[in-house]
């Protein structure tokens, strides 16, 4: 009984050093990176459109005002891009706090191959939960981030939601 | 701490052999598992929106015959169009036709001459042909061999015009062909419209035995294919005024052109004809005579055109026979000097390489023929710009119904799009149209042409989406129209 224990252990010691270690190198190697194309970064267009990138290129913080009306598509908010020469990475995303305004009847993000603008897949925002299908991003590869809202308000209104971009080098098994 | 470690030394020291290799195998398997472990790293986002007014909105154009309901803040729209229905024939001016693809002389045309006149008719070249050569002479007014109509001039008729082809098959020096223009076919007062093998041609009063000349000039007849064209004015303001011209049918140029007034034969003509000299031996073909009241049948006219639509008129095998371009009168004039009859034919509208109409079929297609098109331009949607900045914008077709058995073609564009949406039958050909811009403050419309042969029992659905951005910009706004084009 008491072998077991240690057996136990010593292995969620090992485990939980190992992940630290993955985590720390694959942050050293800053193999994946968000960026903005400068179309909606910091200009202002249609509708005032901001993407603002930490200095670690690893967290975003989007600011947008579609029209109360109709529906307004913000192309090509951000890239993700594989730096990495060998190594194909899967990419998914957590809806940690959905829009649920009523008055968004649609918000949806929209994964692009950044070179051909085929669809990759979307993750619906208004409602919580992992999208982890996975989408490949193959070495030196891009995608391209739209986002897509459809507003139906008689006045102005405001809304956030937070989401995580996941990625992962492998495609077996999902994230926790 | 250190006693701690101490006594799991102590443990692995004490161990038995087998069981150190037991551990050992333990501890390589944990790490081969934690090697393969799952690892998954996030990138946090946060996400903040914040809904506005919209720059654009939408307007009802009040174009008549088009019903508009917006909602939504003018941001979206259903639309009642009717289709305008396509192409009329709204004016038939000939009032003979003949292209001799039938026998003539089997009852329509009765042929004045001697007792051997010679006209027979030509099954495989389709033509009338006199022949002269076994010297019949002289059985009618100064040897003229003629074919007239029994249909004579509709009442109130101001001006007859008359085209014929004729051709020279053998004979020459002295001989002529021409047009004939009855006051009175038994009293034999005409006018008759000459046309010489020697240089020249002609405009004659007839009276019995007796002629008159009025008006000749040289020309030669160098046994091709012309056109003799002629008009009478037969009563005032221009009574007795008369014009005659005759064609090289191939290149359109006028050999001769001549006019004359004379209204002794008051309101000739009130039968109409051909035919030639009868004494001389020659050989002579006639094709394609019309007599059309009030309209010249060199044209086929188009109207209700917008500026700049192209009418393309075809054979039943598709050969281009004549073409014209509306201009700001929306008429469209297409000359068919060269070919005034054609059965089977098929009218196409095109602006530019966009099908308007898509060819219609009609059983035949007379030169003085008056077609409307009822096909419009039509507003269907106002677009206002609210903005201090300049949008692009464009539609896109998202889905079509359409109910079975119908054809025709619907075009759709905003402002000054080159390429609409273009749907034919039941296809989408062009799904989205060109872009235009909307000016910053300024007022734009979605225009269409709707043409649904025939008008469908059920409407045609179509749901669209209009879009606009900035021309600099990747963000694109979209609002949903319906329109429903009924018959």
């Given at each position: 009984m008491k072998i077991?224990a240690?057996?136990?252990s010593?292995?969620n010691?090992a485990?939980?050093?190992?992940?630290t270690m993955?985590?720390?190198?694959?942050l050293s190697?800053r193999?994946?990176?968000l960026y903005?194309?400068?179309?909606n970064?910091?200009v202002r267009?249609?509708?005032d459109?901001e993407v603002?990138?930490?200095?670690e290129?690893n967290?975003?913080i989007?600011?947008?005002h579609?029209?109360?009306?109709?529906?307004?598509?913000?192309?090509d908010?951000?890239?993700?891009s594989n730096r990495d020469t060998?190594?194909t990475y899967y990419?998914?995303?957590s809806?940690?706090?959905?829009?649920?305004?009523a008055a968004i009847a649609?918000a949806e993000?929209?994964v692009?191959?950044a070179t051909?603008?085929?669809?990759?897949?979307?993750?619906?925002?208004?409602?919580?939960?992992?999208t982890?299908?996975?989408?490949?991003?193959?070495?030196?590869?891009q995608?391209r981030?739209?986002?897509?809202f459809r507003?139906s308000?008689?006045?102005?209104g405001?809304?956030?939601?937070?989401i995580?971009?996941?990625?992962s080098?492998?495609?077996?098994?999902?994230?926790? | 701490?250190?006693?701690?470690?101490?006594?799991?030394?102590?443990f692995?020291?004490n161990?038995?052999?087998?069981?150190?290799?037991l551990m050992l195998?333990?501890?390589?398997?944990?790490?081969v598992?934690?090697?393969t472990?799952s690892v998954f790293?996030y990138?946090?986002a946060?996400?903040?929106?914040?809904?506005v007014?919209p720059?654009v909105?939408?307007?009802d154009?009040?174009?008549?015959g088009?019903?508009?309901?917006l909602y939504?803040d003018?941001t979206?729209?259903?639309?009642?169009?009717?289709?305008?229905?396509?192409l009329?024939l709204?004016?038939r001016?000939a009032?003979i036709y003949?292209?001799?693809?039938?026998n003539?002389?089997l009852?329509?045309?009765?042929?004045l001459?001697?007792s051997r006149?010679?006209?027979?008719?030509?099954?495989?070249?389709?033509?009338?042909?006199f022949d002269?050569?076994n010297s019949?002479?002289?059985g009618?007014n100064?040897d003229?061999?003629?074919?007239y109509?029994s249909?004579?001039t509709?009442?109130?008729?101001?001006?007859?015009?008359?085209?014929v082809?004729?051709l020279?098959?053998?004979?020459a020096?002295?001989?002529?062909k021409?047009l004939?223009?009855?006051q009175?076919?038994?009293?034999?007062n005409?006018?008759v419209?000459?046309?010489?093998d020697?240089?020249n041609?002609?405009?004659?009063r007839?009276v019995?035995n007796?002629?008159?000349?009025l008006?000749?000039?040289s020309?030669s007849?160098y046994?091709i294919?012309y056109?003799?064209?002629?008009v009478?004015?037969?009563?005032?303001p221009?009574n007795?005024?008369?014009?005659?011209?005759v064609?090289?049918?191939?290149?359109?140029?006028?050999?001769s052109s001549l006019?004359a007034?004379?209204d002794?034969?008051?309101?000739a003509p009130n039968?109409?004809?051909?035919?030639?000299?009868?004494?001389?031996?020659?050989v002579?073909?006639?094709d394609d005579?019309?007599?059309c009241a009030d309209?010249?049948p060199q044209f086929?006219?188009?109207t209700?055109l917008?500026?700049?639509?192209?009418?393309?008129?075809?054979d039943?095998r598709?050969a281009l026979v004549?073409?014209g371009?509306?201009?700001?009168?929306?008429?469209?004039s297409l000359?068919?000097?060269?070919?005034?009859?054609v059965r089977?034919?098929?009218?196409?509208?095109r602006q530019?390489?966009?099908a308007?109409l898509?060819a219609?079929s009609f059983?035949?297609?007379?030169?003085?023929?008056?077609?409307?098109?009822r096909?419009?331009?039509?507003?269907i949607?106002?677009l206002?710009?609210q903005?201090?900045k300049?949008?692009?914008?464009?539609l896109r077709?998202?889905?079509?119904?359409?109910?079975s058995?119908y054809?025709?073609?619907?075009n759709?564009?905003v402002?000054?799009?080159a390429?609409?949406?273009?749907?034919?039958?039941g296809?989408?050909?062009v799904?989205?149209?060109s872009t235009?811009?909307?000016?910053s403050g300024?007022t734009?419309?979605?225009?269409g042409?709707?043409?649904?042969?025939?008008?469908?029992?059920?409407p045609?659905?179509l749901?669209?989406s209009?879009?606009?951005?900035?021309?600099?910009?990747?963000?694109?706004?979209?609002?949903p129209?319906?329109?429903?084009?009924h018959?």
């Amino acid at each position: 009984m008491k072998i077991s224990a240690l057996l136990a252990s010593l292995l969620n010691i090992a485990l939980f050093l190992c992940y630290t270690m993955e985590i720390t190198d694959s942050l050293s190697q800053r193999l994946l990176y968000l960026y903005v194309t400068g179309t909606n970064t910091g200009v202002r267009n249609l509708s005032d459109a901001e993407v603002n990138l930490s200095e670690e290129s690893n967290t975003v913080i989007i600011t947008l005002h579609p029209y109360r009306r109709g529906t307004t598509c913000y192309k090509d908010v951000l890239r993700i891009s594989n730096r990495d020469t060998k190594k194909t990475y899967y990419i998914g995303f957590s809806v940690d706090t959905a829009f649920d305004d009523a008055a968004i009847a649609e918000a949806e993000l929209v994964v692009r191959d950044a070179t051909t603008g085929a669809l990759v897949g979307t993750v619906n925002l208004r409602s919580t939960g992992t999208t982890w299908s996975p989408w490949s991003l193959g070495a030196g590869g891009q995608l391209r981030v739209d986002l897509r809202f459809r507003v139906s308000s008689d006045a102005s209104g405001s809304d956030s939601a937070s989401i995580q971009l996941i990625y992962s080098p492998q495609s077996a098994e999902s994230p926790p | 701490m250190v006693e701690r470690l101490y006594r799991i030394y102590s443990f692995f020291y004490n161990l038995n052999y087998y069981f150190k290799i037991l551990m050992l195998l333990l501890l390589l398997l944990i790490t081969v598992a934690v090697a393969t472990a799952s690892v998954f790293i996030y990138y946090p986002a946060g996400i903040t929106t914040s809904w506005v007014n919209p720059s654009v909105v939408l307007l009802d154009p009040g174009t008549s015959g088009v019903l508009v309901h917006l909602y939504e803040d003018d941001t979206a729209a259903d639309v009642e169009v009717a289709s305008l229905g396509c192409l009329v024939l709204v004016e038939r001016n000939a009032f003979i036709y003949d292209d001799f693809s039938t026998n003539p002389l089997l009852g329509r045309l009765t042929v004045l001459g001697s007792s051997r006149p010679g006209a027979s008719w030509d099954s495989v070249n389709q033509y009338l042909v006199f022949d002269a050569t076994n010297s019949a002479s002289g059985g009618y007014n100064l040897d003229h061999m003629i074919a007239y109509y029994s249909t004579p001039t509709p009442s109130g008729t101001d001006r007859v015009y008359l085209m014929v082809k004729t051709l020279r098959l053998s004979g020459a020096n002295g001989l002529w062909k021409g047009l004939f223009l009855f006051q009175d076919v038994v009293q034999r007062n005409y006018y008759v419209f000459m046309f010489w093998d020697t240089p020249n041609t002609g405009i004659s009063r007839i009276v019995s035995n007796g002629y008159v000349r009025l008006a000749t000039s040289s020309a030669s007849d160098y046994g091709i294919w012309y056109v003799q064209w002629g008009v009478r004015d037969r009563i005032s303001p221009g009574n007795g005024y008369m014009e005659y011209k005759v064609y090289e049918l191939d290149t359109q140029n006028i050999v001769s052109s001549l006019t004359a007034t004379d209204d002794v034969h008051q309101g000739a003509p009130n039968y109409v004809g051909f035919g030639g000299a009868l004494n001389r031996r020659e050989v002579l073909a006639f094709d394609d005579f019309v007599a059309c009241a009030d309209a010249n049948p060199q044209f086929v006219n188009v109207t209700g055109l917008e500026f700049g639509w192209t009418v393309y008129l075809r054979d039943n095998r598709g050969a281009l026979v004549a073409q014209g371009t509306a201009g700001s009168d929306g008429v469209a004039s297409l000359n068919v000097l060269t070919r005034p009859i054609v059965r089977n034919a098929r009218l196409e509208i095109r602006q530019g390489n966009i099908a308007i109409l898509p060819a219609q079929s009609f059983s035949e297609v007379i030169g003085g023929d008056v077609y409307e098109c009822r096909i419009k331009d039509t507003s269907i949607i106002g677009l206002q710009n609210q903005d201090s900045k300049d949008y692009n914008v464009y539609l896109r077709v998202e889905n079509l119904q359409t109910p079975s058995g119908y054809s025709g073609s619907i075009n759709l564009w905003v402002g000054s799009s080159a390429t609409p949406i273009q749907i034919v039958g039941g296809s989408v050909v062009v799904g989205t149209s060109s872009t235009a811009t909307l000016y910053s403050g300024a007022t734009a419309f979605i225009h269409g042409t709707f043409s649904l042969t025939p008008p469908p029992s059920t409407p045609v659905v179509l749901t669209l989406s209009f879009h606009y951005y900035i021309p600099s910009s990747e963000v694109e706004v979209e609002y949903p129209i319906t329109v429903r084009v009924h018959g």
